[in-house]
């Protein structure tokens, strides 16, 4: 199996390592084969689109979310490294309301499968980090939300001291009680 898969403490979203090939002259690895991520998962997705971030240290994308054409989100660190955050907004769920977090690096390879009914948000911790991210449904503007990064129900514990840069829509995000959440 070319992926070592591990559940978070949400089991939907999954932390998955690759198998690196590595010898004297670098490495090599599959990062993302359809069959391979189904076998591993169980998850049968179409991804339509990559997407790729630059963003300086200290930079906090999110927390987004689609209520409509909800996406799944396969994200890894291409350089750098990130802080990144999935929070379950699937009230039906026995996680709803919980958030995990994962450490991505260029160093340490890992992806993790954001799927949909989450919102998503990562913060760049290196002094540059670029984020590659395949998605399972096209970006429809008119259903994007955005969650507050800083929602105090959430508690999420974000590994930065003081304040993080972020994009007009972030810093106006709505609070947990006052957003449109999946059944």
């Not at 998955?16 to 010898?23: C, G, M, N, T």
């Not at 689109?49 to 890894?76: A, C, M």
């Not at 096209?138 to 507050?148: A, G, I, Q």
Request: glycine letters at 8%; one cysteine or more; hydrophobic letters at 35%.
């Amino acid at each position: 199996m070319p992926y070592q898969v591990t559940p978070t403490a949400i089991p939907e979203v999954l932390l998955l390592e690759p198998k690196v090939f590595s010898d004297d002259r670098g490495y090599f690895f599959e990062s993302y084969n359809t069959r391979d991520f189904r076998e591993a998962t169980g998850y049968e997705v179409e991804f339509v689109q990559d997407n790729h971030s630059l963003s300086e240290k200290g930079v906090l994308r999110g927390l987004h979310y689609q209520f409509q054409h909800p996406q799944g989100k396969l994200l890894r660190a291409t350089y750098g490294s990130v802080f990144d955050v999935a929070v379950d907004l699937r009230k039906s769920s026995p996680t709803f309301g919980c958030w995990v977090g994962a450490m991505l690096s260029a160093e340490n390879r890992r992806q993790l499968w954001v799927p949909p009914g989450f919102a998503h948000g990562f913060l760049a911790l290196s002094d540059e980090a670029e984020v590659l991210y395949k998605i399972t449904d096209y970006w429809y503007p008119e259903y994007e939300r955005t969650l507050l990064w800083k929602d105090p129900t959430l508690g999420i514990a974000w590994p930065i001291d003081g304040e993080p840069r972020l994009a007009p829509k972030d810093v106006n995000g709505k609070l947990f009680g006052e957003i449109e959440v999946f059944g």
